[in-house]
């Protein structure tokens, strides 16, 4: 060892010895150096994971906006055909597909291919979009419910409301057990579409929809 550097570790002994903190950190100057190593390592291990979190949401956001400008704003205005939309949507990734900012245009696409008559289309779209937001998910299974009856596949328009009214968090749980009521009724099932009307009449004895159960059960009195 060099005179310099014995000094120095001299230096740096007698500085910390002043302390009986200083002295246990000199003696374990290595165990604690390692691990501030280590804690500088992990933070910007996580740093470097948050850029990378980001600038992966940043792409996800990059591509949504590509097939909204290109494809689906050409779709719009008549210049892509709809079986080219469907196409170039089913080829995106998942993680594109199932973006946040992907609901609110699926649900516009789903409302342009129902009004022009194309509910099996408007279904395939809907039906690749998911999402845990209890609001986008309301929003996009009762538009699918709506498209499944236009299509005469009432129980699986049922089995994708009961979905709904099974999830704690679900909003709006007068309207869903109101259509579930309808359309048990007109699946034939009776009984299960009074018990979604009384559910209705009983929980929500005060809201518009309650009005509607009631007209139901007196129409299936008669």
Same mark, same amino acid.
């Given at each position: 060892?060099?005179?310099?550097?014995?000094?120095?570790?001299?230096?740096?002994?007698?500085?910390?010895? &002043?302390?009986?903190?200083?002295?246990?950190?000199?003696?374990?100057?290595?165990? *604690?150096? #390692?691990?501030?190593?280590?804690?500088?390592?992990?933070?910007?291990?996580?740093?470097?994971?948050?850029?990378?979190?980001?600038?992966?949401?940043?792409?996800?956001?990059?591509?949504?906006? $590509?097939?909204?400008?290109?494809?689906?704003?050409?779709?719009?205005? #008549?210049?892509?055909?709809?079986?080219?939309? +469907?196409?170039?949507?089913?080829? +995106?990734?998942?993680?594109?597909?199932?973006?946040?900012?992907?609901?609110?245009?699926?649900?516009?696409?789903?409302?342009?291919? *129902?009004?022009?008559?194309?509910?099996? $289309?408007?279904?395939?779209? +809907?039906?690749?979009?998911?999402?845990?937001?209890?609001?986008?998910?309301? *929003?996009?299974?009762?538009?699918?419910?709506?498209?499944?009856? &236009?299509?005469?596949?009432?129980?699986?328009?049922?089995?994708?409301?009961? &979905?709904?009214?099974?999830?704690? %968090?679900?909003?709006?749980?007068? &309207?869903?057990?109101?259509?579930? #009521?309808?359309?048990?009724?007109?699946? #034939?099932?009776?009984?299960?579409?009074?018990?979604?009307? %009384?559910?209705?009449?009983?929980? *929500?004895?005060? %809201?518009?929809?309650?009005?509607?159960?009631?007209?139901?059960?007196?129409?299936?009195?008669?």
């Amino acid at each position: 060892m060099s005179e310099m550097t014995q000094t120095q570790t001299q230096t740096l002994e007698q500085t910390l010895n &002043k302390t009986d903190l200083g002295h246990i950190i000199f003696e374990y100057r290595k165990v *604690f150096f #390692g691990v501030i190593a280590a804690i500088l390592m992990a933070v910007m291990g996580y740093t470097m994971w948050k850029q990378s979190q980001q600038s992966h949401t940043e792409s996800i956001s990059v591509k949504v906006f $590509e097939f909204q400008s290109k494809t689906w704003a050409g779709a719009k205005e #008549g210049k892509v055909a709809i079986p080219e939309l +469907l196409k170039v949507f089913k080829d +995106l990734d998942s993680e594109v597909k199932n973006a946040p900012i992907m609901v609110p245009l699926a649900l516009e696409m789903g409302k342009f291919l *129902f009004e022009k008559g194309s509910f099996s $289309e408007a279904e395939e779209i +809907l039906s690749q979009v998911s999402t845990e937001h209890p609001v986008s998910l309301f *929003f996009l299974n009762s538009q699918r419910a709506v498209i499944l009856e &236009k299509l005469n596949k009432i129980p699986e328009a049922i089995g994708v409301l009961e &979905k709904l009214a099974k999830d704690k %968090d679900s909003i709006m749980m007068a &309207k869903l057990n109101l259509e579930l #009521g309808r359309l048990n009724l007109l699946n #034939g099932e009776k009984g299960k579409a009074q018990t979604h009307f %009384d559910y209705v009449l009983s929980t *929500f004895p005060n %809201d518009e929809y309650a009005k509607l159960a009631k007209l139901y059960l007196a129409k299936m009195a008669q």
